[in-house]
């Protein structure tokens, strides 16, 4: 991994979005320490970590995944589904503004309107996109990335559990996928198995939380409180020779923030 950029908490985070209202309310401080154990430890596995100052306006900025695709040297803007935090995309756009004239220059696209799209809903492994068709990203966004990424095979597939395609799977490695071990999961996992075709595996978890992990070279990070998960994981990357890191991310996951939608990872 070349860099990551993450966004810290603001204390407007108890107004974040919510699917569901959470049974105990969030516990801001606690919240921000989950968080910050987060940015120290992606610190660890990446050689540069660029911190965006939170915007109290946008109380999900810290959710910094949903503002772009970084796909090879190809980076996407992209527009979010939900209005009140379509412009937490711009400090994004201008902190990568900045790092071109550091020597790093990715091609940037952006999806325009009509076209909606949240990182969370884009898993790549190997060449392959899927994108999950969901309340914050259509068809027409699907569209636009194939045209800015001609090389990659841009796979569509309908959401049809949790906020986004990667609440209920994502990628350990580019041949094994991870997903939930619930009927909606299984279908949206046979699909994208269907495409990769025989060479990658699928790895069901008892928690769907769990499902989505975070590969930053050769460490993974994974939900901490899901130990019949975790043991499954633990020895998965056991096999691959990875370094486990554990978080805890009760107050994040309260408005439906899993371990990826809390960075935004550039590659070599
Ligand atoms: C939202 O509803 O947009 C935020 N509360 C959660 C976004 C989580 N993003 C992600 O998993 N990529």
Redesign the pocket.
Request: hydrophobic fraction near 30%; include cysteine; charge should be neutral.
């Given at each position: 991994m070349r860099l990551a950029i993450v966004r810290p908490l603001p204390r407007s985070f108890l107004s974040?979005?919510?699917?569901n209202t959470p049974g105990e309310p969030i516990d801001w401080e606690r919240a921000h320490q989950q968080h910050e154990t987060y940015a120290r430890i992606v610190a660890q596995a990446v050689p540069h970590v660029i911190t965006i100052p939170a915007d109290e306006s946008f109380p999900?900025c810290c959710?910094i995944?949903?503002t772009a695709v970084v796909s090879g040297s190809d980076i996407v803007i992209t527009r979010i589904g939900?209005e009140s935090?379509r412009g937490e995309s711009e400090a994004v756009a201008e902190e990568i503004a900045k790092l071109a004239r550091e020597g790093y220059s990715p091609r940037i696209h952006r999806i325009t309107s009509p076209a909606t799209m949240?990182?969370?809903d884009v898993l790549q492994m190997g060449d392959h996109i899927f994108v999950g068709l969901s309340e914050?990203t259509n068809a027409e966004a699907v569209r636009q990335l194939q045209t800015f990424l001609p090389k990659r095979k841009v796979t569509s597939l309908p959401v049809a559990d949790g906020?986004?395609l990667?609440?209920v799977l994502s990628a350990f490695s580019d041949e094994i996928l991870l997903a939930a071990d619930s009927s909606p999961a299984r279908l949206m996992a046979q699909a994208i198995m269907d495409a990769l075709g025989a060479k990658a595996r699928c790895v069901y978890l008892p928690d769907t939380i769990a499902a989505n992990v975070v590969r930053l070279d050769k460490t993974v990070l994974i939900q901490a409180g899901f130990p019949k998960s975790e043991a499954i994981l633990r020895s998965l990357a056991g096999e691959e020779g990875l370094r486990v890191e554990c978080l805890a991310m009760s107050e994040l996951i309260k408005?439906?923030?899993?371990l990826?939608?809390c960075s935004l990872l550039i590659p070599r």
């Open positions: 974040a979005l919510k699917k999900d959710f995944e949903d939900a935090r949240d990182g969370g914050r906020l986004h990667k609440s408005a439906d923030g899993a990826s939608c």
